[in-house]
C-alpha cells in the first residue's frame, strides 16, 4: 500500500494528463481526469495482480470458480480507490484542482452485465472473496451491450441499446494470447479404436475464438487482486484467401460469430431468441473449462482424477449448466475417462445454487435444439438422463413413480435444473425460506433421493460498496462511536446497540439521512424536474418490474392515500415521496402497463395543489447500479412486499437496513431472517405468510372478484383502472388481468393489511426519537447480511477452501 500524500496525488494527476492527453488538467474534460485517474488507480492494481497471481502460483491452493451469465460489477473507479486506500486523498487533491471528485466518479458508464440481484450477488461475492484473501475468480460474457438502458417517453418504459464500450473500458485487459477455440454443431462421428476406446469426429462445425478480458477485483486495503474473466466471441482469421462469391458470406458468417457475446438476455418470459442464448451458455462454459483445466494443468497437476482437490465450480444458477456435461466430455473424449470416473470427477467438482422457484425462469431446452447445437453433449445428457432414471429404478424404487418429475429429458424437453442438481454435489437456496421451499416443495423429490445434498447459504452484499463507500458520513459517525473494526468485522455493528439511549448519536445519525435526501432530492430535481420535500417519508421501491414483486401493490395504496385526500384535503397524513425505480423485460407487456400507471399517478398526483404536497411519486429512469448508489444512503422506508414465497431471498432489503432505513414487508426471503435479527417491532411486517399463499393455491377458497366487492377502497381504485383515472387515462387491461387471473399475487388480498401497517410507518415516523432508534437498531443487526458472512460459510461447507 502506498500513502499518497495530497501533493503527489495532484502531481499525478497532471503528468496523467499531460502524458494520456497533452493537456493542462484545466483544459481537461471531465472525462480526461476520469482516465487519468484510472491510470494512477491502474498502475496500482497492476502490481498487485501480478503479486497476488504468484501468490497462488506458489502456494497453489484450491481455487473456487464463479461461472455466472450475469457480473452487475457498477462503477470501480471509487471502489478501486477506496479498496486502495486512496479515496480521501484523490478527494482532496480533485477538490484542490477545482473539481467536483463526484463529477469526475459519475463519468464512470456502470457495465449493465446483468439483470437484477443474481448479477450483483455475484460482484458482491467477488468483492468478499478478495477482501477475506480467498483464491476465488469470476468466469462471465463481456456482452457488447448490457441490458438496455430505459427512458420513460410519455410515461412509457422505451429501450435503447447501452453502449458501454463506445468510450474505452479502463479497467479491462484484453488477453488475446489467451483466446480459446470453441467448437458448435456438425455432425459427430463415432469410431472404435483399435484397443476398443471411442474416438468422437466432428464434421461441418463452427469455430469461435473466446478472447479473454480480465478484469481485476481488488481486496479491501490487503494487496490481494482477483479476477473476473469476461468472454468475447470473435472468429477465427479465415484461412486462406477468400474467392470474392465467399467474401459476403464470410462477413455474414462473422457477424453471427460475433452476435454470440452481442448482448444479454433480458430475464425475459419470452420464447425469442432461445438458440442464441443456449450458445451464451455454452460459450461462457467451454472456454472457462477450458482455461480452468489449463490453468489445473499449468500449475503441475497432470492427474484430473484430483481435479477437485484443486477446483470447485459454483454455477449461478442453472444458466451455465451445461458444464456438467462439458467436463464430462473433456474427461471421456480428450483425457480418456471412462464414464464412471468422469462422473466421479464431474459430480465431485460442481455445486449450483437456485435464485428462484418462479416457473418461467425455471429453464427448459428443447431437445432439438439442444441436439443440432452441442450434438455431443446432447449424447451426454442423454446418458446421465438415462443412468439417472436407471439408479432410481435399481436403489430407490419408492421414488419410481416421481420419475417424470425428475428426468432431465422429459417432453423433448432439456430441465436444466435437473441436470444441475444431479451433476452437483450441493444445491443451495439463497435464504431460509427459499432452501425449506426447495427441499419440501419445489424439489422435494430430489430432497428424498439425495437428502444431504441440499444446504442454504443465505445471500450477503458487500458492506464495503454499500456503506462504507455510499455513506461515508454515517460511516464516519458508526467509526467514532463503535471504533473502525466493523469494516473488518462486520457483526461488530451491533456493538450500536449499547448505544440506543445515545441522543447525540441519534441525532447525528437523522441529520446524515437528512443531508443524504437532500441530496437525492437534488439528484430527482435534475433527472424529473420534480421537487421534493426532504422533510417528507422517503418510500422506495426499487428492484426489477415483475408482477410478484407487487409493485402494483405499492401503487394500490398510493391511489388510496390520494383517494381519501380528495375526498378530505385536510387529512392528517405524513408527507411522503414515493420513488421507484425499476426496469421491465421488454416484451413483459403487464410490467410495462404498471411503469406507465405509475407514472400516471405520479403525473397526476404532482400537478394537484388540492393535496398541499403531501404527496410525491417519483419513477427514476434507467434504474442500475449507480442510480441505487444514490437512492439507498437516502431511504427511510424499504419496501419488500412480494407475495410470499416468491421472493427467494432479496438483497435491497438488505442494502437499505444497513443504511438505516425501516422495512416494509411480507414474511419472504430474506425478510424473515431481518425480522428475527431486529424483531417484530422494529420491522412493518403485513400479509399472507407463505404457507398461506400455498393454501390458498391449492384449495381455490380465495374469490379475487369478491374482494373487489366488497372492499370499497379496492373497488374505487379498480374502477378507477377500468374506467379512467380522474376522468382521463385507462388501465383496462389491469383491471382484467388481476381479475382473470384471480389475482394470483394476491394484490387484492394483502392490501388492507397493507394500508394498515402503512398507517403505523405514518404514526412512528412522527415520533424522531422512536423511528431513529429503529433505524439504529436496523444498522446494528445489518453485519449479518455482509456477504463476508456468506462467502465463509460457502468456503467452509461447500467450497471446502481456505484463504490465502
Ligand atoms: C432465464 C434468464 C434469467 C435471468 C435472470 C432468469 C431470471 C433472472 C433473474 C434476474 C434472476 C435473479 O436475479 N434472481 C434474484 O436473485 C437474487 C440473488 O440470489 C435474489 O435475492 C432474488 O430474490 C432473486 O429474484
Not at 50 to 67: A, D, G, H, S
Not at 295 to 306: H, P, T
Not at 773 to 799: M, P, V
Request: with cysteine; net charge negative; charged share 25%.
Amino acid at each position: 500500500m502506498t500513502n499518497w500524500t495530497v501533493e503527489e496525488f495532484m502531481e499525478d494527476i497532471r503528468k496523467e494528463t499531460e502524458t494520456q492527453f497533452q493537456k493542462e488538467v484545466s483544459e481537461a474534460s471531465h472525462q480526461e481526469i476520469y482516465f487519468a485517474i484510472s491510470a494512477i488507480v491502474n498502475h496500482q492494481i497492476d502490481k498487485d495482480w501480478e503479486k497476488t497471481n504468484k501468490l497462488y502460483k506458489n502456494k497453489k491452493p484450491k481455487q473456487v470458480y464463479y461461472l455466472s451469465m450475469e457480473f452487475l460489477i457498477g462503477g470501480l473507479l471509487k471502489s478501486n480507490l477506496l479498496h486502495h486506500q486512496m479515496l480521501d486523498v484523490c478527494n482532496t487533491a480533485l477538490e484542490k484542482l477545482g473539481l467536483e471528485p463526484e463529477e469526475i466518479y459519475k463519468q464512470e458508464h456502470d457495465p449493465g452485465l446483468g439483470n437484477g440481484g443474481l448479477g450483483r450477488l455475484a460482484a458482491c461475492f467477488l468483492d468478499s472473496m478478495a477482501s477475506m484473501r480467498y483464491p476465488g475468480h469470476g468466469f462471465g460474457i463481456r456482452y457488447r451491450y448490457g441490458l438496455f438502458e430505459q427512458r420513460i417517453i410519455n410515461g412509457y418504459q422505451t429501450e435503447l441499446p447501452d453502449y458501454w464500450l463506445d468510450n474505452e473500458y479502463p479497467w479491462e485487459r484484453r488477453k488475446p494470447e489467451e483466446a480459446i477455440e470453441i467448437i458448435f454443431g456438425g455432425t459427430v462421428h463415432m469410431h472404435k479404436k483399435y484397443d476398443g476406446s471411442l474416438e468422437f469426429n466432428y464434421e461441418n462445425t463452427d469455430k469461435v475464438l473466446a478472447v479473454p478480458y480480465d478484469i481485476p477485483i481488488v481486496g479491501y486495503q490487503n494487496q490481494i487482486v482477483n479476477t473476473l474473466r469476461l468472454w468475447s466471441a470473435e472468429h477465427t482469421s479465415a484461412e486462406s484467401p477468400l474467392e470474392f462469391k465467399d467474401y459476403y458470406h464470410e462477413i455474414d458468417h462473422q457477424h453471427t460469430i460475433e452476435q454470440i457475446s452481442g448482448f444479454l438476455y433480458p430475464d425475459d418470459s419470452s420464447h425469442e431468441g432461445k438458440h442464441l442464448r443456449i450458445k451464451q451458455q455454452y460459450f461462457l462454459v467451454a472456454a472457462s473449462l477450458k482455461q480452468i483445466i489449463r490453468e489445473f494443468k499449468n500449475n503441475g497437476n497432470n492427474d484430473l482424477q484430483k481435479l477437485h482437490e484443486k477446483v470447485v465450480i459454483q454455477i449461478n444458477d442453472t444458466h451455465p449448466s451445461l458444464a456438467i456435461p462439458e467436463l464430462m466430455r473433456i474427461l471421456m473424449d480428450e483425457e480418456g475417462f471412462s464414464w464412471d470416473n468422469a462422473w466421479m470427477v464431474t459430480t465431485k467438482t460442481f455445486a449450483y445454487t437456485n435464485h428462484t422457484i418462479m416457473s418461467e425462469a425455471l429453464e427448459k431446452w428443447p431437445t432439438d435444439m439442444i441436439q443440432h447445437l452441442l450434438p455431443r453433449l446432447y449424447m451426454i445428457i442423454n446418458e446421465i438422463n438415462e443412468r439417472f432414471c436407471q439408479g432410481i429404478w435399481f436403489d430407490h424404487p419408492e421414488l419410481r413413480l416421481e420419475i417424470p418429475k425428475m428426468a432431465i429429458i422429459a417432453d423433448n424437453q432439456v430441465h436444466m435444473a435437473r441436470l444441475a442438481i444431479v451433476g452437483s454435489f450441493s444445491v443451495n437456496g439463497v435464504a431460509k425460506l427459499h432452501t425449506e421451499i426447495l427441499k419440501q416443495q419445489e424439489m422435494k423429490e430430489f430432497h428424498q433421493l439425495y437428502p444431504g445434498r441440499f444446504q442454504n447459504k443465505t445471500n450477503g452484499i458487500t458492506h464495503r460498496r454499500w456503506l462504507l463507500m455510499v455513506n461515508p458520513r454515517l460511516s464516519d459517525v458508526i467509526s467514532e462511536t463503535i471504533n473502525d473494526r466493523w469494516i473488518y468485522r462486520p457483526r461488530e455493528l451491533t456493538h450500536l446497540l449499547r448505544h440506543i439511549h445515545d441522543k447525540p448519536l441519534l441525532t447525528s445519525i437523522g441529520k446524515i439521512k437528512q443531508q443524504n435526501k437532500q441530496e437525492l432530492a437534488n439528484v430527482i430535481y435534475r433527472m424529473t424536474g420534480i421537487k421534493v420535500d426532504e422533510q417528507s417519508i422517503f418510500d422506495v421501491q426499487i428492484k426489477r418490474l415483475h408482477e410478484y414483486k407487487r409493485q402494483l401493490l405499492n401503487v394500490f395504496h398510493i391511489m388510496y392515500l390520494y383517494n381519501e385526500l380528495k375526498d378530505n384535503p385536510t387529512l392528517d397524513i405524513t408527507p411522503r415521496t414515493f420513488i421507484f425505480g425499476a426496469k421491465a423485460a421488454p416484451s413483459y407487456y403487464f410490467a410495462k402497463e404498471v411503469i406507465k400507471l405509475i407514472n400516471t399517478m405520479a403525473e397526476i398526483i404532482n400537478h394537484d395543489p388540492t393535496i398541499h404536497d403531501k404527496l410525491k411519486v417519483v419513477f427514476l429512469e434507467n434504474y442500475n447500479v449507480s442510480l441505487a448508489e444514490k437512492i439507498i444512503p437516502a431511504t427511510d422506508l424499504s419496501e419488500q412486499i412480494s407475495t410470499a414465497s416468491k421472493e427467494a431471498s432479496g438483497t435491497g432489503n438488505m442494502k437499505m437496513m444497513m443504511n438505516g432505513a425501516l422495512t416494509i414487508g411480507t414474511l419472504d426471503g430474506a425478510n424473515i431472517e431481518i425480522k428475527n435479527l431486529v424483531n417484530e417491532s422494529n420491522i412493518f411486517l403485513f400479509g399472507l405468510r407463505a404457507e398461506e399463499v400455498y393454501h390458498y393455491y391449492h384449495s381455490g377458497e380465495y374469490q379475487a372478484y369478491e374482494e373487489y366487492q366488497t372492499d370499497e377502497r379496492i373497488t374505487q381504485i379498480m374502477n378507477q383502472l377500468r374506467d379512467g383515472l380522474y376522468g382521463y387515462y385507462e388501465f383496462k387491461d389491469i383491471y382484467y388481468h388481476l381479475l382473470s387471473t384471480n389475482d394470483s399475487y394476491f394484490v387484492m388480498k394483502d392490501f388492507a393489511d397493507y394500508v394498515e401497517t402503512q398507517q403505523c410507518v405514518d404514526q412512528v415516523y412522527r415520533n424522531k426519537d422512536e423511528w431513529l432508534s429503529k433505524s439504529l437498531i436496523n444498522i446494528a443487526h445489518s453485519g449479518k447480511f455482509s456477504s463476508d458472512r456468506t462467502i465463509k460459510e460457502y468456503a467452509s461447507s461447500i467450497w471446502k477452501i481456505d484463504n490465502i
